[in-house]
């Protein structure tokens, strides 16, 4: 017998012990070589005062098995709870999330019978990282952090799991005709890295109309990479398309760890009922099977469910009157799984896996920032401001400068009130001035005209350096200038 693969599992809360049972009874059935180890996570870890959800002596299971397969959890109502998957990823650097998006028709109600989407996430960057601040009485911020290392890991795989998936075409979603900094920069590294894969067709859409797109005609697309808010909002809404949240698995994927899950909830009003559909997790374990190297046993366990859908053997979730043939409860759908083990469906198409992507080796990214000259050349300073309009802000601030480091421009909330500013346009009291040199600068002229700016009683609550790289722009133009 070959060694088994240890494994950490987590059964979670509401419905999550029942499906994470019923998951573990199919895949062993099929012949799984796994050894769990079992931890605690979720709601009653919460309520114990810890706010990350997860028992201090738990991480040490994850760093020794690298692997996690977890149940649904719920999160407490209220403040001060942190995100148990957000704080998994990030530790363990999972930093692309994997949802495969398919239709079952005509056995499970959808719009698209021809539905076969695979949407690779990024999982770390972005407005995710959590960085907020409240500036003034009416603004708040959020920070969106896109970096080229983190485009370029998961651009790349997305590129290595078409490939190793047979998949044809991989579609880059980004939304850089406004966002052309960040967004920017996504679509740069894909193009860049696209043409290391010939054998694979690419393309790009603007988020938005690629999401009509999406909803409209999912045929057109075959694997979708994407920034992390954006990957966040579709991959739910390609699995409700698909025909429904409840059957979709989700892989997290690092250099070292991975996270295997179903992307539903825990839905407690269910739980203890024998009614849950464990298809989502054993979904998310079917990958978790893939990337182990038992690619034999996700491919019987994941034919084995196909056939029990097309023989009409359904819960209580997806039973349809006319198309079913038997409504079934937990313990029932995993026995009924179990039983056609080694059986293929007739009407659905059958999958066969083999070798996981390669996950990219973060020191083999490109170092691309020697190569660049970075000047320091402006700053924008935020200012918290009520006393007066645009106009009057302009008269008092156009009188700071400091060696040549002069104003150039007001904003308020990204359009341009200064100068010609127009009455009509709506403004908080969160200003950005703008100032601009013709040449380089020193951080201690930036220093010497916050001095300025104090010394004329204005509260700058923060500030942005303003950089060229390579004799261009670092920084986004302003709306109206």
């Known amino acids: 017998m070959a060694n088994k693969t240890p494994i950490t599992v987590a059964h979670g809360d509401g419905i999550g012990p029942e499906i994470m049972d019923a998951t573990l009874h199919i895949i062993e059935a099929a012949g799984a070589q796994i050894e769990p180890e079992t931890i605690e996570v979720g709601e009653k870890v919460y309520l114990r005062g810890i706010t990350t959800g997860v028992e201090p002596g738990a991480w040490e299971s994850l760093r020794r098995t690298k692997v996690f397969l977890k149940a649904p959890i719920t999160t407490p109502q209220g403040g001060g709870y942190k995100s148990l998957n957000v704080t998994t990823r990030v530790t363990f650097g999972l930093y692309a999330n994997v949802r495969p998006s398919v239709a079952y028709d005509p056995f499970i109600a959808t719009k698209h019978p021809k539905m076969n989407v695979v949407i690779v996430r990024e999982n770390e960057e972005d407005t995710y990282t959590g960085i907020e601040y409240r500036q003034t009485h009416d603004m708040m911020e959020s920070l969106k952090l896109i970096s080229r290392p983190g485009s370029e890991r998961i651009v790349r795989y997305a590129f290595e799991y078409a490939r190793s998936n047979n998949r044809k075409k991989v579609t880059c979603f980004v939304k850089d005709n406004i966002m052309k900094q960040t967004d920017g920069l996504f679509h740069k590294v894909f193009d860049e890295i696209a043409k290391e894969y010939p054998d694979i067709e690419n393309e790009s859409w603007i988020v938005d109309i690629g999401a009509a797109k999406l909803a409209d005609t999912p045929e057109a697309f075959d694997v979708i990479v994407m920034p992390n808010l954006y990957g966040d909002i579709l991959s739910d809404v390609a699995a409700q398309i698909a025909g429904s949240v409840g059957l979709a698995g989700s892989a997290n994927i690092g250099e070292q760890c991975a996270m295997f899950e179903a992307i539903h909830g825990s839905a407690p009003r269910r739980a203890g009922q024998n009614l849950a559909n464990p298809s989502g997790l054993l979904m998310g374990a079917v990958l978790m099977l893939v990337h182990i190297g038992q690619p034999e046993v996700a491919t019987r366990v994941h034919n084995a469910w196909l056939r029990t859908i097309e023989d009409g053997i359904h819960t209580y979730d997806i039973y349809k009157e006319g198309v079913s043939k038997q409504k079934v409860g937990t313990k029932e759908f995993a026995e009924a799984v179990i039983a056609r083990v080694g059986q293929e469906p007739q009407q659905l ?44 802000l302009g008269e008092q601030f156009k009188t700071i400068s400091v060696d040549g480091l002069k104003l150039q421009l007001i904003s308020n909330r990204g359009a341009r009130v200064w100068p010609n500013g127009m009455a009509e346009t709506f403004t908080t009291d969160h200003w950005r001035c703008r100032f601009l040199s013709d040449g380089v600068i020193t951080h201690a002229q930036i220093t010497a005209l916050l001095n300025r700016v104090t010394e004329k009683g204005f509260d700058f609550i923060k500030i942005e350096n303003l950089y060229n790289f390579d004799g261009q722009p670092g920084f986004s133009s302003v709306s109206g200038a």
């Open 349 to 392: 198409t059958p999958v066969k896996y083999s070798s996981t992507p390669k996950v990219p080796d973060s020191r083999e990214i490109k170092e691309h920032a020697a190569q660049e000259k970075k000047e320091l050349v402006g700053v924008d300073v935020y200012i918290d401001w009520n006393k007066g309009n645009f106009n009057e």
